[in-house]
T-cell receptor, first 112, second 112 residues
Framework: TQLLEQSPQFLSIQEGENLTVYCNSSSVFSSLQWYRQEPGEGPVLLVTVVTGGEVKKLKRLTFQFGDARKDSSLHITAAQPGDTGLYLCAGDGGDTGNQFYFGTGTSLTVIP | KAGVTQTPRYLIKTRGQQVTLSCSPISGHRSVSWYQQTPGQGLQFLFEYFSETQRNKGNFPGRFSGRQFSNSRSEMNVSTLELGDSALYLC???????????FGQGTRLTVV
């Protein structure tokens, strides 16, 4: 089992603050995806990182893939209430199929 | 381009009954995966189908089954429902192997 652990599990911050969410594993992934999910809805893909050390920016969100492709981080600058949601990382183990291993999730609340 | 469509969105069933959930992937996508999401366990992989063949299967009892049709649409079936089967069931579609997964809105199943 390729376990992905996210930290923190819960995060409540004021609007305008910065935050970082971590996704760690002892397994190597060929790619890693970040999703945001709102209550009662399916996860929405934010980004995919595939190269060790890769950094991708999506407006105020910065994603980094670890050099060894075992971990990743998501940094949000100047958080806004619209960033509220459950953030999930998912690793593609590179199996023969499309089985993604999901992290435990980080529930973010941004208070106006 | 239409996204992943899951039907129905909500379902209430009684213990012991069976249920069938449907998923229409994004046009052109051949891989369909199913996940169960619960507050305690997070997102857990059920199975994945590619070109009508089950390619991967998660650690779920035989009461959970699925199939994929020639048009890539997929169904999953749960027989002899238990209270613990109450969850959000999510379908994800991918174009091919090791490509990004896009999720539907899910089917909220409640077993009473």
């Amino acid at each position: 089992t390729q376990l992905l652990e996210q930290s923190p599990q819960f995060l409540s911050i004021q609007e305008g603050e910065n935050l970082t969410v971590y996704c760690n594993s002892s397994s190597v992934f060929s790619s890693l995806q970040w999703y945001r999910q709102e209550p009662g809805e399916g996860p929405v893909l934010l980004v995919t990182v595939v190269t060790g050390g890769e950094v991708k920016k999506l407006k105020r969100l910065t994603f980094q893939f670890g050099d060894a492709r075992k971990d990743s981080s998501l940094h949000i600058t100047a958080a806004q209430p619209g960033d509220t949601g459950l953030y999930l990382c998912a690793g593609d183990g590179g199996d023969t199929g499309n089985q993604f291993y999901f992290g435990t999730g980080t529930s973010l609340t941004v208070i106006p | 381009k239409a996204g992943v469509t899951q039907t129905p969105r909500y379902l209430i069933k009684t213990r012991g009954q069976q249920v069938t959930l449907s998923c229409s992937p994004i046009s052109g996508h051949r891989s369909v995966s199913w996940y169960q999401q619960t507050p305690g366990q997070g997102l857990q992989f059920l199975f994945e189908y590619f070109s009508e063949t089950q390619r991967n299967k998660g650690n779920f009892p035989g009461r959970f089954s699925g199939r994929q049709f020639s048009n890539s649409r997929s169904e999953m079936n749960v027989s002899t429902l238990e209270l613990g089967d109450s969850a959000l069931y999510l379908c994800a579609s991918s174009f091919d192997l090791n490509t990004e997964a896009f999720f539907g809105q899910g089917t909220r199943l409640t077993v009473v």
